[in-house]
């Protein structure tokens, strides 16, 4: 009864619509209210006037004192309060108030994968004399997740690493079974938790019997896991139950790790609030943390960026020299479902890798077919479809007949019948008492991450046939054999089916994702008390798990950019960004062994931004897209802030112009990005880009070569761009895009590409033509969707 009353609850999870409060009478929710940089103050008097602020709007002190949540006082100034809609507006419409929004609930984006990139040990081993690649001992990447198991080998002190960074300001709290004694280290340098967002809007944790700790230990195993992308040390013989057996390793192995728990266990997953997010971005960068990894978002649609706590972190953290990277989302494969989309964010998409894990079917008829599990064990079993298990055939439990249909039984389930997931078929299959399922789905979705009971996907073809086999013969048999791991025989890297996909719905000018990562089947650390698949029935245990998801593609590309910096200790963010991108590579360049796949149609840059990073090429970019303080405050002009509400949000610095251009703002597609998207193209555009010259070469001669997206002519003037130490390092060009023929809704795709013979830097440039009218109705692509002040309250509230 008790798998009855929590198969219950599993399923009605997944269906679950989280009721908002209406916002009547007296009613409070958590706001935040944004008010930009904090002006140098020290964070005591930047809290006090926080406290002014909110008075203003509750008759006694006390009760303003005890509304707030949080007071962001360092890394920026705002606040998190509990307001009613009154109060709200009224904060709102006040002068030096840039948004008032109401905070939201996020979530998360849930060993070989380095090596298939090309950085695998040996190499950085030899590289790091050349280099001096210190394999990021001086940089500290913070990670906003679940927080993170302490006792994990990829988080344990090594006499390699020199003593904590001297700028290092940071701090390890106390709390439910964390020791900062014996929990931190020379590794493990910081870790903070935050709940008062998530509980107040949530309602009291549960933390009975370790359901959750209030301390930064991690309960749901995604920030373990995502930690240890970025930056776990290097541990031998790592393996899932002995699969996918090899060294584990994060992508900057010797960096150091800040940790900053801000989602919490609920409903099986991880759930974060925009308050406690926030809370975590300001005393990051106070602590001095150099890399920000963050896998997590909500999915569209998409609040202003100055209503998005992500992104107002991300904006303040790019001003401080901090690097933000975001997993894109798991929306796909539609178009324009990518999250975090600010231009001043690394937004990575997820991709396959060449490793997989065949596993031979053999069925009675001694047919057999090759699926993909990762069974431990050898399996010998009765052969069912899922007609005679499930009423209408649908893998779901609803649908069961009774409770011992599959007694002894493997099922053969089709995600066709009834639009089942594999979990929710292994799960259906468990309460029947079956013994596993064959799990058939198209091939674009077939590869996933473990069930808790045992699974073997197969392609709609090969489940076709198993169901012959099964409808021909009276007493169906299968033996499934242990799954295998095997390297470097799959084409790879493909996008993965769920990664989101661009254009950005608000931003459309700023290309996104930035780039993709690998995303499918990551094993990294995990908590031994949580479960591999976190659902309660599992009883497994384990040290290393799989993951799939843009949450662990995101840490990935986190690494590289600790790398980055740590080579680079000077560059800005915008520069770090650029040299990921333009040095990423397309899918087009392995196109012929992506075809051998069949199904799949090339990547395009709404799939994957710029491409697939190349951490080794990322070092050494040859030129950079870099932008500054001017840059940004060119970019809010594009999006209507004034340039009063400007200056109170761009740092102050000697000579920085904080107005915005008279006769019109400028547009959002001249902020100096590392790619060019023109959304609505009804004339002849200019496009004007600055590189900068950082190869050892300062005489270097770069070359342009264009390629038109179709539909199109691309021109760039000069078609040379000569550096010289006596003309400076910066270069600026013009790419003019005329569209060549009539057109309207098609998005089109070229490229950019400046070489010197040793670099390649490339740039997309994406065009969609819209010069044929739309049955009259003008096109409403223009760029300028961004939000606009104090008025973010009315559009984020409601
Ligand atoms: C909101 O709170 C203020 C201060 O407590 C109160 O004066 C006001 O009436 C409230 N508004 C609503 C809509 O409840
Ligand atoms: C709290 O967690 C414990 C342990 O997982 C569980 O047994 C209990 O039912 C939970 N309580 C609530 C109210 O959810
Ligand atoms: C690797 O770990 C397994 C247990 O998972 C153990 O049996 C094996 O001996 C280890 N191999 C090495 C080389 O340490
Ligand atoms: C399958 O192969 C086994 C061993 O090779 C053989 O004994 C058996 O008769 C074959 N069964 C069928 C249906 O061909
Ligand atoms: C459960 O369903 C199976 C398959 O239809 C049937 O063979 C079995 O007798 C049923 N058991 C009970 C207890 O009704």
Redesign the pocket.
């Known amino acids: 009864m008790e798998v009855f009353l929590l198969l219950l609850v599993v399923f009605s999870l997944s269906f679950a619509v989280y009721p908002i409060q209406s916002t009547t009478g007296s009613h409070t929710d958590v706001h935040i209210v944004y008010l930009g940089h904090n002006n140098g103050l020290s964070p005591s008097l930047t809290s006090r006037s926080h406290l002014q602020l909110l008075s203003r709007v509750f008759t006694k002190p006390d009760e303003a004192r005890q509304a707030i949540l949080y007071s962001y006082s360092c890394g920026f100034s705002g606040f998190a309060a509990l307001l009613n809609s009154t109060q709200a507006c009224t904060l709102s419409e006040t002068e030096g108030v840039i948004s008032v929004f109401r905070s939201r609930t996020l979530e998360l984006h849930t060993t070989r994968s380095w090596d298939f990139m090309g950085l695998n040990l040996h190499m950085q081993m030899e590289q790091s004399s050349q280099m001096h690649l210190k394999f990021g001992d001086d940089v500290i990447v913070g990670v906003l997740d679940t927080g993170v198991w302490p006792e994990s080998e990829s988080f344990r002190d090594d006499p390699h690493y020199g003593p904590i960074p001297s700028s290092w300001r940071g701090t390890c709290v106390k709390g439910d079974s964390f020791d900062p004694a014996t929990a931190c280290n020379r590794k493990l340098i910081g870790a903070r938790y935050y709940l008062a967002g998530i509980e107040s809007e949530l309602g009291p944790l549960n933390t009975s019997d370790g359901a959750e700790y209030r301390s930064p230990r991690d309960r749901v195993g995604h920030g373990t896991h995502t930690a240890s992308t970025a930056v776990g040390s290097v541990v031998p013989n790592a393996s899932y139950f002995g699969l996918g057996r090899g060294a584990a390793r994060g992508g900057a192995p010797m960096a150091r790790l800040a940790v900053y728990k801000v989602c919490w266990y609920k409903d099986l997953t991880g759930r974060c609030s925009d308050a406690d997010i926030l809370a975590a971005f300001d005393d990051a960068l106070c602590d001095g943390v150099h890399v920000v990894s963050a896998s997590l978002g909500s999915s569209p649609p998409l609040m202003p960026l100055f209503a998005t706590s992500t992104e107002i972190g991300a904006f303040h953290a790019m001003q401080r020299g901090v690097v933000t990277v975001f997993s894109a989302g798991n929306d796909g494969p539609d178009a324009s479902m990518v999250q975090n989309v600010s231009p001043w964010g690394l937004t990575v998409a997820a991709s396959t890798i060449d490793r997989r894990f065949p596993t031979v079917i053999t069925l009675g008829n001694n047919a057999s077919i090759v699926g993909e599990s990762f069974l431990v064990k050898d399996m010998k079993k009765r052969l069912v479809e899922s007609s005679?298990v499930f009423t209408d055939g649908t893998c779901a439990f609803e649908q069961l007949?009774?409770r011992?249909?599959a007694s002894g039984k493997i099922v053969l389930c089709f995600a066709t019948m009834g639009m089942v997931s594999s979990e929710g078929a292994a799960l259906a299959v468990y309460a029947g008492n079956g013994d596993g399922v064959i799990f058939a789905d198209t091939i674009s979705r077939k590869a996933s991450q473990d069930n808790f009971w045992p699974t073997v996907h197969v392609d709609l073809h090969q489940g076709t046939q198993i169901l012959y086999y099964i409808r021909a013969s009276r007493k169906a048999t299968v033996h499934i054999s242990p799954s295998k791991t095997v390297v470097g025989k799959t084409p790879a890297p493909t996008v993965a089916h769920f990664s989101s996909r661009g254009p950005s719905s608000i931003t459309p000018n700023i290309l996104k994702p930035d780039v993709t990562a690998p995303g499918v089947n990551i094993l990294a650390a995990w908590p031994p008390k949580s479960s591999p698949t976190v659902l309660p029935l599992d009883k497994r245990s384990t040290n290393w798990n799989f993951d799939s998801g843009t949450s662990m593609s995101c840490p990935h590309v986190s690494g590289i950019a600790a790398l980055i910096k740590s080579v680079h200790p000077t560059w800005s963010p915008a520069a770090v960004k650029s040299a990921l991108m333009t040095t990423a590579y397309m899918y087009d360049d392995t196109s012929d062994v992506m075809l051998a796949g069949g199904t799949l149609k090339a990547a395009d840059a709404f799939d994957v931004g710029a491409g697939h990073v190349d951490p080794l090429r990322a070092l050494d970019p040859g030129l950079v897209y870099d932008a500054g303080a001017r840059d940004h405050v060119l970019f809010l002009c594009s999006l209507g802030y004034t340039a009063v509400q400007i200056r109170q949000m761009v740092l102050p610095g000697s000579s920085l112009d904080t107005s915005c251009p008279g006769g019109g703002a400028p547009h959002a597609a001249d902020l100096n990005y590392p790619a060019i998207v023109l959304p609505d193209l009804s004339a002849p555009v200019t496009v004007k880009r600055t590189v900068t010259n950082v190869g050892a070469n300062r005489g270097a001669v770069y070359r342009s070569a264009v390629v038109s997206p179709q539909g199109t002519r691309a021109e760039v003037w000069p078609p040379e761009l000569a550096f010289s130490p006596y003309h400076g390092d910066k270069a600026s060009y013009y790419v003019s895009v005329t569209p060549a023929k009539p057109s309207r809704g098609r998005f089109d795709f070229g490229e950019i590409v400046w070489s010197d013979g040793f670099h390649r830097v490339r740039t997309p440039l994406v065009v969609r033509v819209t010069n044929l009218p739309d049955d009259g109705v003008r096109a409403a692509a223009t760029g300028d969707h961004g939000s606009h002040g104090a008025t973010d309250y009315l559009q984020a509230a409601a």
């Open positions: 005679s007949i009774n011992t249909a």
